[in-house]
């Protein structure tokens, strides 16, 4: 057998890999796609439901050095999404929603050390809760003091993006079990009625099996 025997089959071996390549990666982004697309209407519906339900959060916001925000209820949501082209064709990139949880009540907190300011400035940040402060200020101008003002209110804030290469779905999830930032990694093949259900679950603070598709070292809550 001569070099372009073995050249030719060498090449028909890279050119049957490329396929093969090809064909897999293309099946992975429909895939993703389809579950991307079965993600959003579903969630879509949720939130429409959940709108009229105005269900009550179950969880204790607490953020250090300030106090707790307990039975906050539905107050609004948003959802939407983005798309990106892939070669001649647009797919779904990100889902955004965020479901919003409030109540009556409101923390008010004066300090008049900059020490103690400081400790419940960086606590609110990290907390990642709105929240307006007013400034002391003596007849020179020198601030002597402050109040926090902290209403009651929570955003459940979800990023879906879809990592076509890989075949998943990265989630990521502002103060989904209490304050804090969860990230989990969701293979497209387990995308469906089940987990999306189970996922609704944890968004209302029912008992969900979700965790297990939790990125372990993930920011937990009080992290920045």
Known sequence: MGLLDDLKKQAD???????LQQNLQGDKLKLVEDKMKQTFQYVHELLKQ????KPQSPHVYSIPNVGEFRNLGFAESFIDYRRK????KEYFD????????AGPDTIVIEKD??????????SLWLSKVKFVE???KNARGFVIGAKFVVPAS?????VVKADHEQGRLLFQATHIFGLGVEQFVVPAGDIGEEM?????????????QVKKYRVVGAQQPGAR
Not at 50 to 53: D, M, N, T
Not at 154 to 158: A, P, S
């Open 13 to 19: 071996l890279v050119k049957t890999q490329q396929i």
């Open 50 to 53: 959940l709108a009229v339900v």
């Open 85 to 88: 082209r892939i070669g001649d």
């Open 94 to 101: 990100t889902i955004h929603f965020f479901i919003k949880w």
């Open 113 to 122: 050390m900059p020490p103690a300011m400081q400790r419940i400035r960086e």
């Open 134 to 136: 007013e400034e002391k």
């Open 154 to 158: 929570v955003l459940t804030d979800i």
């Open 196 to 208: 999306l259900e189970d996922f609704a679950k944890a968004l209302i603070g029912q008992p969900s």
